[in-house]
């Protein structure tokens, strides 16, 4: 079963930018936040940014704060993760997910789909 597919991922150069998008059924999309998460080889998966249904309230981690962005377009069931002036650290599989609620959620026990993941590579 699919509920939830990442793309957009690749590599980039350092300062360089990338968009990632998540797109899921209506059914699994519709009423619930969303977040991304990342995980870097040797450490722990880690939460990126989140968005509630509605868009209106958003969570965005330090380490990537006034770097990335994320929003989503309801009507198209997809939730964006723009990437700007990225760095060496930024290399990861990111994942999508949705939360059970409509709400922010940054807490990995408080989402009910996950995507495969899609790697983002960044490299000097």
């Known amino acids: 079963q699919v509920h939830v597919v990442e793309s957009g991922g690749g590599s980039a150069q350092t300062g360089g930018s990338l968009r990632l998008s998540c797109n899921s059924p209506?059914?699994?999309?519709?009423?619930?936040?969303v977040a991304w998460f990342r995980q870097a080889p040797g450490k722990e998966r880690e939460i990126v940014a989140a968005?509630?249904?509605?868009?209106?309230?958003?969570y965005v981690a330090d380490s990537v704060k006034g770097r990335f962005t994320i929003s989503r377009d309801n009507a198209k069931n997809t939730v964006y993760l723009q990437m700007n002036s990225l760095k060496s650290e930024d290399t990861a599989v990111y994942y999508c997910?949705?939360?059970?609620?409509?709400?922010?959620?940054?807490?990995?026990?408080?989402?009910?789909?996950w995507g495969q993941g899609t790697q983002v590579t960044v490299s000097s």
């Open positions: 997910a949705v939360a059970r609620s409509s709400t922010v959620a940054t807490r990995a026990s408080s989402f009910q789909y």
């Open positions: 209506r059914r699994t999309f519709s009423n619930n936040g």
């Open positions: 968005i509630s249904w509605k868009g209106d309230s958003t």
